[in-house]
């Protein structure tokens, strides 16, 4: 997998900003062209690529908690009860 480097990041009110609201932040990131042509794969069939990266890290952050509680993040294969991939080294 290739990695993901963050090249800048800020915080910016959104138009619809009301007082005690959350803000948004935006993130720019360097990709690999593979990693980009994966993700536009995606995103072509599911969302944009905004959508996938907070996808994405909701996944990542659910797996670091749930490991945090000693579970584990895996593939479950429905058909036959049984947990088909162990995702590990997140």
Same mark, same amino acid.
């Given at each position: 997998?290739?990695?993901? *480097? ?7 009110? *959104? $138009?619809?900003?009301?007082? &005690?609201?959350? @803000? ?6 360097? @990709? /690999?062209?593979? @990693?980009? *042509?994966?993700?536009? *794969?995606?995103? &072509?069939?599911? %969302?944009?690529? /905004?959508?996938v ?9 659910? %797996?670091?908690? =749930?490991? /945090?509680? =000693?579970?584990?993040? &895996?593939?479950?294969? $429905? /058909? %036959?009860?049984? @947990? ?7």
């Open positions: 997998m290739s990695a993901l *480097r963050t090249t800048a990041f800020q915080t910016v009110q *959104r $138009p619809d900003h009301q007082k &005690g609201a959350a @803000l948004s932040i935006r993130l720019s990131v360097i @990709l /690999s062209d593979d @990693l980009n *042509r994966d993700i536009d *794969r995606v995103a &072509g069939s599911a %969302a944009n690529k /905004s959508e990266f907070r996808k994405a890290l909701q996944l990542y952050l659910a %797996a670091c908690d =749930g490991q /945090s509680r =000693g579970l584990k993040l &895996g593939l479950f294969e $429905p /058909s %036959a009860q049984r @947990l088909q991939t162990e995702i590990t080294g997140l």
